[in-house]
């Protein structure tokens, strides 16, 4: 079945970088779009990064464009989010989730990661 | 990239009918029938309950139901019930290429 893992949260200070990884599998990721997603302690979701199936396709929030780059290794099946001078109210669980094809919304959620700053 | 707009708390008793709007804008919700819903319980992951405006997954109550006028979305929940009781949220995707999350509905069952 479908599982998405991420991994790579933590503490950081203001101002540095974090790299978050996530896991996939029971899919092929070369043939799904995939997306992060965040949600501030108590706060709603808020959309951050999308990367198109065929990996060409990179789009991002305005509160993160600039800053976080999303990524993928298919030879991994993995999919990244690289976080550079991170502000106090990037502070969220970030959750890595899959393009639910044809339906421009998402279908399966990871548990999420912690990033404190 | 402003949040849809969504109702911050309804409630409901056992049984009734409740309904959560999503209003957005002629970049987003009224421009794309790419509205979906998803039921989030504390502490857990989004579930995906509705797609497509009023498309429901495979294993979603049909209880759960959606439709869409203009810029504004709306989830219907009919015969609530005590599971239902979580916090609910819109997503559309946008004239922008990019997705704009609603800001969230607490619902509280009776």
């Known amino acids: 079945q479908v599982q998405l893992v991420e991994s790579g949260g933590g503490v950081v200070q203001p101002g540095r970088s974090l790299r978050l990884s996530c896991a996939a599998s029971g899919f092929t990721l070369s043939t799904y779009g995939m997306h992060w997603v965040r949600q501030a302690p108590g706060k709603g979701l808020e959309w951050v990064a999308h990367v198109g199936y065929n990996g060409d396709n990179l789009h991002y929030a305005d509160s993160v464009k600039g800053r976080f780059t999303i990524s993928r290794d298919t030879s991994k099946n993995t999919v990244h989010l690289q976080m550079n001078s991170l502000r106090a109210d990037d502070t969220a669980v970030y959750y890595c989730?899959?393009?639910?094809?044809?339906?421009?919304?998402?279908?399966?959620w990871g548990r999420g990661t912690l990033v404190t700053v | 990239q402003s949040a849809l707009t969504q109702p911050a708390s309804v409630s409901g008793s056992p049984g009734q009918s409740i309904t959560i709007s999503c209003t957005g804008t002629s970049s987003d919700v009224g421009d794309y029938n790419y509205v979906s819903w998803y039921q989030q319980h504390s502490g857990k992951a989004p579930k995906l309950i509705i797609y497509?405006?009023?498309g429901r997954p495979s294993g979603v109550s049909t209880r759960f139901s959606g439709s869409k006028s203009g810029d504004t979305a709306s989830l219907t929940i009919s015969g609530l019930q005590g599971e239902d009781e979580a916090d609910y949220y819109c997503i559309s995707y946008t004239s922008s290429r990019t997705w704009v999350f609603g800001g969230g509905t607490k619902l509280t069952v009776l």
């Open positions: 497509d405006v009023n």
């Open positions: 989730a899959r393009d639910f094809t044809g339906h421009w919304t998402i279908d399966y």
